[in-house]
């Protein structure tokens, strides 16, 4: 059986230098349920690798395959239903949060699920939000959540998340984390994170991909990451970012 994700040797050029690659040959397959964190230091393309698996951003090498079927003969409206893609810095539509929360699935062709919005909403810490408050009103953490609430209503086989909690207080953060592992368990839906905190990685993945050097350097279960890297970047990324996680608890 095929993967239900395949990216095969992507590549991206920097936009501003064409002679350099963000990164090159970056090959991963993502199964049904997996939880995979993406880690790296700022600037090494994470994102960008996201948004070229939810065909946001164009790749300048290589092939992406959902179930077998490439990216290439595919309708990007589909794809982006079976594969959803969260940023860090959401754009609400024009209205209200019910609207927001329709509208995204009326332009798919779905019927809006009102007990699985509100369900979902709940799970986010937002039971208590006013659905006729206009979007634009919410704050960063709310508009965070809103937008992962309405890819949720998607459905999708995968979910990409961008830094999806990056606003929210720990309490949040932490009702989300629950909610979307519960979510991945319960439907299988294989989820990519990019956190830039080391613990919210090992809460919310069962396994890593090490971004650096324009390439993927690591694939490994969590556990085996965090005690036993396999290059000398990876221990010293994790070195400096737990490093600057105990200042900032001390």
């Not at 880690?39 to 948004?51: C, E, H, I, N, Y």
């Not at 594969?83 to 539509?93: D, F, R």
């Not at 039971?127 to 508009?143: H, R, Y």
């Not at 959540?145 to 998340?161: D, F, I, N």
Request: hydrophobic content about 40%.
């Amino acid at each position: 059986m095929a993967p239900l994700l395949n990216m095969n040797q992507i590549g991206k050029i920097k936009p501003d230098n064409p002679e350099e690659w963000i990164f090159r040959d970056v090959s991963a397959t993502i199964e049904r349920g997996e939880r995979i964190a993406l880690l790296g230091a700022s600037g090494t393309g994470k994102s960008t690798l996201l948004r070229i698996a939810a065909l946001l951003d164009a790749r300048d090498e290589g092939e992406i395959l959902f179930e077998g079927g490439s990216s290439a003969q595919a309708n990007p409206q589909q794809w982006r239903k079976k594969i959803g893609y969260v940023a860090q810095m959401p754009v609400m539509l024009p209205g209200t949060v019910e609207q927001n929360l329709r509208t995204a699935s009326e332009l798919h062709g779905m019927p809006f699920d009102e007990p699985l919005a509100r369900s979902c909403m709940s799970g986010a810490g937002l039971e208590a939000l006013d659905w006729k408050k206009p979007a634009s009103e919410l704050s960063g953490g709310e508009k965070q959540r809103v937008a992962l609430v309405r890819s949720m209503l998607l459905q999708p086989a995968v979910l990409l998340l961008d830094e999806t909690t990056s606003s929210l207080d720990p309490g949040s953060k932490e009702m989300v984390e629950l909610m979307l592992n519960e979510w991945a368990l319960s439907r299988g839906t294989a989820m990519i994170w990019i956190t830039h905190d080391l613990g919210q990685s090992r809460a919310v993945s069962d396994q890593i991909w090490f971004l650096g050097e324009g390439k993927l350097l690591e694939r490994s279960g969590t556990v085996a990451f965090f005690e036993r890297p396999l290059t000398e970047q990876a221990r010293r990324f994790i070195q400096k970012t737990y490093g600057k996680e105990g200042a900032a608890d001390e």
